[in-house]
């Protein structure tokens, strides 16, 4: 960013230019593939970490095999029916194919919803390009004050730029914190897949599969709060008016942003309650 000469300007642009590159950067990371995040390092021990656990599974998706049979079947005899054998064996290759290819399924799940969200973002060209600016009308009144009258408006940019900053870093921490639950589900998808095996239980592997498939939707909720706030800092820039004083119209436009940024953030943590209460879980 090229310097102005003010002090107050230079803080706020660079408040503002820090809080513009990481909503850029939450466009890049909802847009990525868990195999492509950070060039695939973490995705190779989450492969790793799957396999180790596969054994785990297998031996876990023989136990709720037995379960079921007990508990679907009254005597032997029951057992001898083709039409029950042939149930139980599609049971067993059903859940041991999901247990096996367990990493393949999810990443179905993930694409899935990444179609979703495409299809939200396409007629907008993504986030990236979104920025928050400042109104000329605020910088040249800045720009307009001596050096006494300007000491306030320090005081009031010093406390806006640091609450921006701050948000911009809570904000891509949550998204960090996405690819945080997406790698866990996938690490430990063998034990929760493995219930499929029995009849009783396998209402636990459908709703695991289904909390993961609200993790990879919380990008689409992420991007459309994204859409919202571009639109309303946009549409209704904050500035009481151009005759006010310079700390008034400072203060006006550092607080309704400051605002808007506190409920995309707040629309960000919250985005997998969202989820949840759209897919009942």
Not at 72 to 79: A, V, W, Y
Not at 94 to 121: R, W
Not at 205 to 217: D, I, M, Q, T
Not at 232 to 261: D, K, Q, R
Request: aromatic share 12%; hydrophobic share 50%; charged share 10%.
């Amino acid at each position: 960013m090229e310097s102005s000469g003010n002090w107050v300007v230079d803080n706020i642009a660079n408040s503002l230019d820090t809080w513009n590159s990481k909503l850029a950067e939450i466009w890049q990371l909802v847009t990525q593939s868990p195999q492509s995040f950070k060039g695939g390092g973490v995705w190779s021990i989450i492969v790793s970490i799957n396999g180790s656990i596969q054994a785990v599974g297998l031996g876990l998706l023989v136990l709720f095999f037995a379960m079921g049979i007990a508990k679907s079947t009254i005597n032997l005899t029951e057992l001898k029916r083709p039409e029950q054998a042939v149930k139980f064996f599609i049971r067993f290759a059903l859940a041991k194919a999901a247990v096996t290819y367990g990493m393949d399924i999810m990443m179905g799940i993930f694409e899935i919803c990444q179609g979703v969200m495409s299809s939200v973002t396409s007629r907008f060209g993504g986030i990236g390009s979104m920025s928050v600016k400042m109104p000329d009308a605020v910088k040249q009144k800045i720009l307009q004050v001596g050096f006494w009258e300007s000491i306030p408006l320090w005081a009031v940019t010093l406390l806006g730029s640091l609450f921006i900053t701050v948000l911009s870093f809570v904000m891509i921490m949550s998204i960090y914190g996405r690819f945080f639950r997406l790698y866990t589900y996938t690490a430990f998808s063998p034990i929760p897949l493995s219930t499929f095996a029995g009849e009783g239980t396998s209402s636990v592997g459908v709703h695991f599969l289904k909390s993961y498939a609200g993790v990879c939707l919380e990008g689409a909720v992420i991007v459309i709060a994204c859409v919202i706030f571009n639109a309303f800092v946009g549409s209704n820039p904050a500035i009481v008016s151009e005759s006010a004083s310079a700390v008034n119209l400072v203060w006006s436009y550092v607080g309704e942003t400051i605002f808007g940024m506190l409920v995309l953030v707040g629309c960000i943590k919250a985005s997998d309650r969202v989820v949840k209460e759209m897919l009942g879980l």
